[in-house]
């Protein structure tokens, strides 16, 4: 009997058969690497992640999503499949966040952040397309000012049912650059994917880029050729092969079968409950398709899909455990030099990360100042237009009219004004944020990795650097306080004064009085949204640098903190030290048979899907 298959037997000992294929192994592998977790190490940050994923498998619960290039169809694809124009489309980029489609009575539940806090809209009835489309739509929430941090839309159609779980992702390639980017951070949570193209144009450079991403993240990947009801016979068999000719050559991958579709046919059909139409739409074919891979296939994707994550995790894992035991094992003065080698060289990286606080706080500074500067043009602008704004209207009216003509003009014109101009001024600074995160984003990335890597070189064991990126540093968006306009002037009433006053002296106060109200009004709104902007700058800024510090304190404590506990622990025990070699080996041996196990099932899975 091999070594690894005692470790089967022993991990699950009713399977004495499993073979490294097959995948029903993966929850009893979780089970043992969370309790072991729990019981040797239960500060690792591992344990979270593994306990999500054995939550997933429980539930059987696969993630599949609808990905590609912004207006192929993506959301009208889904909306034929659940029988309902419910999600937002349109010939605009539309879907700006991904939005998930569970199995469960008619529900839209919307969470987003509200000055710190987590709060959640729902709605039951009425018009769910309309309500849907104030949170994800790029038109109506644009760069996700409304700071929506989940989108759930429960349905009762009877796909959902089989355990699947649809995922409609914003387009990729759009102008909209930070919808592709919602997109790409979405990928390590997703199981399998239909991927939707058309014809017109062809399959682009973005989309091509955007597969062979894909390729190596998403194990089981559909491919569907939609709005075919713009080809005769001879152009879609054209599109068709066109289609699988460079999918297989530029990406690499086998796109067999591709499923021509018309989804907005598809949806009409199935509105009108005609079924020869949905037949005739392709959409059948491609729903009979998905209804199979659930029932034949769906339990295979997702254990191919979760054994990748686990893997991941896990191999992360034995990175840390091998560095402190390789830690407790060095001959005392050995790990000592060595010691004193990696804070030399972290010398660097802790200079490099304060270069980073630097440029944060710098960042900061700038970006408050240039808000404080454009609040206070915008209050002067916004006084001057609706100054002539008034003047305008009220020109040519007799002075007893001046008064209900300016308010009238007024009525009209701010909310659409302030909506306007304080909007654009919001979105703007969101984005700057955005723009000037990403780069210390990466460089904090680079940073956190270096420091694992120094630490695998100079204790010379193996570096794991995470592939699917949930291993560690989450991405961050900038956190956006929303604002509501105040919109309307209340009217005064005229004094007594004015009654018995001249028309022309009439006309001169009724004019201050309203100009007062509108200098008093755009003086509030503008406050009002810059102090919200200030502070979600300073929250987004605050967040950044916590977080930074958050992961650089968890790498230092799981690096240097393995190497001082070991050296303490050999100054103060002596002898018993060995006891707790003996411990991390046998704990690192255990988790590497259950690596070893996943490994073999991944690469089985990859080898009979390639001779497939
Ligand atoms: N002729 C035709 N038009 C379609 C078809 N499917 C979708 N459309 C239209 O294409 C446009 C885009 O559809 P959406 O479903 O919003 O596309 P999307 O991929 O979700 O777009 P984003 O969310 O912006 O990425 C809409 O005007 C749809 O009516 C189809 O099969 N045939
Ligand atoms: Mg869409």
């Given at each position: 009997?091999?070594n690894?298959?005692s470790?089967?037997?022993?991990i699950?000992p009713?399977?004495?058969?499993?073979?490294?294929?097959?995948?029903?192994?993966?929850?009893?592998?979780?089970?043992?690497?969370v309790?072991?977790?729990q019981s040797?190490r239960p500060?690792?940050?591992?344990l979270?992640?593994l306990n999500?994923?054995?939550?997933?498998?429980?539930?059987?619960?696969?993630?599949?999503?609808v990905l590609?290039?912004?207006?192929?169809?993506?959301s009208?694809l889904?909306?034929a499949i659940l029988?309902e124009?419910l999600?937002?489309?349109s010939?605009?980029?539309?879907?700006?966040l991904?939005?998930w489609i569970?199995s469960?009575?008619?529900?839209v539940k919307i969470?987003m952040e509200?000055?710190?806090a987590?709060?959640?809209?729902?709605?039951?009835s009425g018009?769910?397309t309309d309500f849907?489309n104030?949170?994800?739509n790029e038109?109506?929430?644009?760069?996700?000012?409304l700071n929506?941090?989940?989108i759930?839309?429960?349905h009762?159609s009877?796909?959902l049912?089989?355990?699947?779980?649809?995922?409609?992702?914003?387009?990729?390639?759009?102008?909209?650059?930070?919808n592709?980017?919602?997109t790409?951070n979405?990928?390590?949570?997703?199981?399998a994917?239909?991927?939707v193209?058309?014809?017109?144009?062809?399959?682009?450079e973005?989309?091509?880029?955007f597969l062979k991403?894909?390729?190596?993240?998403v194990p089981?990947?559909?491919?569907?050729?939609?709005?075919?009801?713009?080809?005769d016979?001879?152009e879609?068999?054209?599109?068709?092969s066109f289609?699988k000719?460079?999918?297989?050559?530029?990406?690499g991958?086998?796109?067999?079968?591709v499923?021509?579709?018309?989804?907005k046919?598809?949806?009409m059909a199935?509105?009108?409950k005609?079924?020869?139409?949905?037949?005739?739409?392709?959409?059948a074919?491609?729903?009979a398709?998905i209804f199979?891979f659930?029932?034949?296939e769906?339990?295979?994707a997702?254990?191919e899909?979760?054994n990748r994550r686990t893997?991941?995790i896990?191999?992360?894992?034995?990175?840390?455990l091998?560095?402190s035991?390789?830690s407790m094992?060095?001959?005392?003065?050995?790990l000592e030099?060595?010691i004193?080698l990696?804070?030399?060289?972290?010398g660097?990286?802790r200079?490099e990360?304060?270069?980073?606080?630097?440029?944060l706080?710098?960042e900061?500074?700038?970006?408050l100042?240039?808000m404080?500067?454009?609040?206070?043009?915008?209050?002067?602008?916004?006084?001057?237009?609706i100054?002539q704004t008034?003047e305008?209207?009220a020109?040519?009216?007799?002075a007893?009219?001046?008064?209900?003509?300016a308010?009238?003009?007024l009525a009209?014109?701010?909310?659409?004004?302030?909506e306007?101009?304080l909007g654009?001024f919001?979105?703007r600074?969101?984005?700057r944020?955005?723009?000037?995160l990403e780069?210390l984003?990466?460089?904090?990335?680079?940073l956190?990795?270096?420091?694992?890597?120094?630490?695998?070189?100079?204790?010379?064991?193996?570096?794991?650097?995470?592939?699917?990126?949930?291993a560690?540093?989450a991405r961050?968006?900038?956190?956006?306080?929303t604002?509501?306009w105040?919109?309307?002037?209340?009217?005064?009433?005229?004094g007594t004064?004015?009654?018995?006053?001249?028309?022309s002296?009439q006309?001169?106060?009724a004019r201050?009085r309203v100009?007062?109200?509108v200098?008093?009004?755009?003086?509030?709104?503008?406050?009002?949204l810059?102090?919200?902007?200030?502070?979600?700058?300073q929250?987004?800024f605050?967040?950044?640098?916590?977080?930074?510090n958050e992961?650089?304190?968890?790498?230092?404590?799981?690096?240097?903190?393995?190497?001082?506990?070991a050296?303490r622990?050999?100054?103060?025990?002596?002898?018993d030290?060995?006891?707790?070699i003996r411990q991390a080996?046998q704990?690192?041996e255990q988790?590497?048979?259950?690596?070893g196990?996943?490994?073999e099932?991944?690469?089985?899975?990859?080898?009979?899907s390639a001779?497939?």
């Open positions: 009997m091999t690894q298959e470790v089967r037997r022993k699950n009713r399977e004495t058969a499993t073979s490294p294929s097959n995948p029903s192994c993966l929850p009893d592998l979780l089970e043992n690497a309790t072991l977790l040797q500060d690792a940050i591992q979270a992640k999500d994923i054995r939550e997933q498998l429980r539930e059987e619960r696969l993630h599949l999503a590609g290039q912004f207006k192929r169809g993506k009208t889904l909306n029988g124009a999600l937002p489309s010939v605009l980029p539309v879907t700006a991904p939005t569970r469960g009575k008619t529900l969470t509200k000055n710190g987590s709060v959640v809209e729902e709605h039951r018009n769910l849907l104030r949170y994800v038109a109506a929430n644009p760069e996700n000012v929506v941090t989940d759930q839309v429960f009762d009877e796909i049912k089989k355990g699947v779980v649809f995922i409609d992702t914003p387009g990729i390639g759009s102008t909209f650059r930070h592709t980017a919602a790409m979405f990928l390590p949570q997703c199981d994917a239909l991927f193209t058309s014809a017109d144009p062809p399959l682009t973005t989309e091509i880029e991403s894909v390729r190596d993240r089981r990947l559909f491919f569907i050729l939609n709005k075919t009801d713009y080809l016979e001879e879609l068999e054209q599109a068709v289609l000719k460079t999918v297989r050559t530029q990406a991958i086998d796109p067999e079968p499923f021509a579709v018309s989804a046919k598809g949806l199935k509105l009108k005609n079924s020869t139409g949905w037949k005739e739409s392709g959409m074919d491609l729903e398709r199979s659930l029932a034949g769906k339990q295979a997702l254990y899909a979760l893997l991941d896990l191999n992360n894992l034995l990175m840390e091998n560095l035991l390789k094992e060095l001959p005392l003065t050995d030099q060595r004193t990696f804070e030399e060289k972290l660097h990286t200079d990360r304060l270069a980073v606080l630097d440029r706080a710098g900061e500074k700038r970006t100042k240039k404080e500067e454009e609040a206070e043009q915008l209050r002067v602008d916004a006084l001057k237009d100054e008034i305008k209207a020109r040519g009216r007799s007893r009219e001046w008064e209900a003509a308010r009238e003009k009209g014109f701010i909310p659409g004004y302030f306007n101009r654009r919001s979105r600074f969101k984005k944020m955005a723009l000037t780069p984003q990466k460089e904090t990335d680079h956190i990795e270096s420091i694992r890597h120094k630490a695998a070189d100079i204790f010379e064991i193996q570096f794991y650097a995470p592939k699917s990126g949930t560690f540093v961050q968006k900038p956190y956006w306080i604002h509501k105040k919109q309307s002037l209340s009217p005064v009433p005229p004064l004015d009654r018995v006053l001249g028309a002296l006309q001169k106060r201050k100009l007062e109200q200098e008093e009004l755009v003086r509030n709104n503008v406050e009002n810059r102090w919200s902007i200030f502070q979600s700058i929250t987004s605050r967040r950044f640098s916590n977080r930074m992961t650089f304190n968890a790498t230092l404590s799981a690096t240097r903190g393995a190497m001082e506990a050296a622990k050999r100054r103060e025990k002596g002898k030290a060995e006891n707790e080996r704990l690192i988790i590497q048979e259950i690596s196990i996943l490994s099932t991944v690469k089985t899975g990859a080898d009979e001779e497939a």
